[in-house]
């Protein structure tokens, strides 16, 4: 009973004092589990692998670049770009730190974030100037950022030029309707505040002939006999 009690604590005491070494063979292990589930495109599993890497060796640049690949090919952008961001702080290669700032790059070009994007590759060449791939990535990202520029710019030009349109529309529709208004004004009679002294002589005029006609009716009434009406007695 006594050396069985003993064998039991000899065997706890040997897994605590596991040396770094097979500790760090199991995370890496679980990078190998996850490779190959990646290779199989079974993205999902392969994140699951990864993060018990991770969760044996949260310092591991490689698992953290891993997972952030996995990620990414589920379209979650956010959490990969989180993933590769740790990745590069603890990431000593020069080109594998390239590496995740080229897929950071491939994500914020995916969403237009140019610039963002342009930042990430430019860091990427810093790392490794000869990666033509990320050099195209760039060159391409600067002509989208400049496209995307230039429409938003057009666009508020659209619209600037639009409402200029719209008032110098307003302006003439205004002057032609002020125009409107002067021309029905002139067909109209205007009224006067004095007679002039022509028409004044006309009226005058024609109320004298006028005088003289009635006259001459009454002297010639006056020259006919006169008839009388009849009266009935009843």
């Given at each position: 009973m006594?050396?069985?009690?003993?064998?039991?604590?000899?065997?706890?005491?040997?897994?605590?004092?596991l040396p770094e070494g097979m500790q760090a063979q199991n995370?890496?292990?679980?990078?190998?589990?996850?490779?190959?589930l990646y290779r199989q495109q079974n993205y999902a599993k392969a994140?699951?692998?990864?993060r018990k890497a991770i969760g044996q060796?949260?310092?591991?640049p490689q698992a953290l670049y891993n997972l952030g690949c996995a990620l990414m090919m589920q379209q979650k952008d956010s959490a990969a770009i989180v993933q590769y961001e740790h990745a590069a702080k603890l990431e000593t290669s020069k080109l594998r730190k390239a590496k995740v700032y080229h897929n950071i790059g491939v994500i914020c070009q995916t969403?237009?974030?140019?610039?963002?994007?342009?930042?990430?590759?430019?860091?990427?060449?810093?790392?490794?100037?000869?990666?033509?791939?990320?050099r195209y990535n760039l060159a391409l990202c600067k002509r989208q950022e400049k496209k995307?520029?230039?429409?938003?710019?057009?666009?508020?030009?659209?619209d600037k030029q639009k409402k200029d349109k719209?008032?110098?529309?307003?302006?003439?529709?205004?002057k032609n309707q002020q125009d409107k208004d002067k021309q029905n004004d002139k067909q109209q009679p205007q009224p006067q505040d004095q007679m002039s002294k022509e028409n004044a002589e006309q009226l005058l005029s024609?109320?004298?002939?006028e005088e003289k006609a009635t006259q001459q009716r009454l002297k010639k009434a006056a020259q006919q006999p006169r008839r009388r009406q009849l009266q009935r007695n009843w």
């Open positions: 006594k050396v069985r009690q003993y064998l039991t604590m000899l065997l706890l005491t040997a897994m605590c004092l995370d890496r292990q679980f990078i190998r589990n996850g490779n190959r994140e699951i692998e990864y060796n949260g310092q591991n969403h237009q974030m140019y610039s963002e994007a342009i930042q990430a590759y430019q860091e990427s060449l810093r790392n490794n100037p000869n990666d033509n791939e990320t995307q520029k230039q429409n938003n710019g057009g666009g508020k030009n659209d719209d008032k110098n529309k307003q302006s003439d529709n205004n024609a109320a004298v002939q």
